[in-house]
């Protein structure tokens, strides 16, 4: 049973929207209480986004809404239509890794990876909005995202270091030249 009038919700009736997601038209079919997490987990089979605490203290299933970090836990997906979602598999590009991934990948930001795919997110608004944060608003953005694993310096760092990259224009640092052997 589906029912496709926004004004009149009959909860027993699934609901059908189409959904933005990672600049795809996505036309779903869904029970109108599903948090927009559970869409895109279980409806959309997109599972980088993780499910933590279903209460908004863990941050574990943040992505982009219109391009600013929420909390999906918290989000009904029937109120999202129309507005750009942005999760980790849109992030890099095919098989090129986004300087943020790159990052986390080189320095060791991610460990066990459950807390990733959400400040990742959660940091590409912070550095697309600003170019060279610094190490005290990179804490505040990420400050509602919990880490059992790495302590954050490592994240702190690879946040700052895609930073840099990003400011270079490169997803990678260049390679270092090759050093020069004297002729004997
Ligand atoms: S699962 Fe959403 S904040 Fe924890
Ligand atoms: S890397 Fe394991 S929770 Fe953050």
Not at 2 to 27: K, P, Y
Not at 73 to 93: K, Y
Not at 96 to 123: N, S, V
């Amino acid at each position: 049973m589906t029912e496709t009038n926004s004004t009149a919700i009959d909860v027993r009736r699934n609901v059908r929207r189409v959904l933005q997601v990672n600049g795809e038209a996505l036309d779903v079919l869904f029970a109108p209480y599903k948090t927009l997490l559970e869409v895109l987990r279980e409806d959309l089979a997109l599972t980088g986004t993780k499910h933590g605490c279903e209460l908004g203290e863990c941050g574990a299933c943040a992505i982009l809404l219109d391009g600013k970090p929420v909390l999906s836990c918290l989000v009904l997906a029937v109120e999202c239509e129309g507005r750009a979602i942005e999760t980790i598999e849109g992030l890099g590009r095919g098989a090129e890794l986004h300087p943020l991934q790159a990052a986390f990948a080189d320095l060791g930001g991610a460990q066990c990876g459950y807390c990733t795919p959400g400040i990742l997110m959660t940091a590409k608004a912070l550095l697309d909005g600003e170019a060279d944060p610094g190490r005290e608003r990179i804490k505040e953005a990420i400050a509602g995202s919990l880490c059992r694993c790495t302590g954050y310096q490592q994240i702190f760092e690879s946040i700052e270091e895609a930073g840099r990259r990003m400011r270079c224009g490169t997803a990678h640092p260049a390679p270092a030249a090759p050093a020069t052997v004297a002729e004997p």
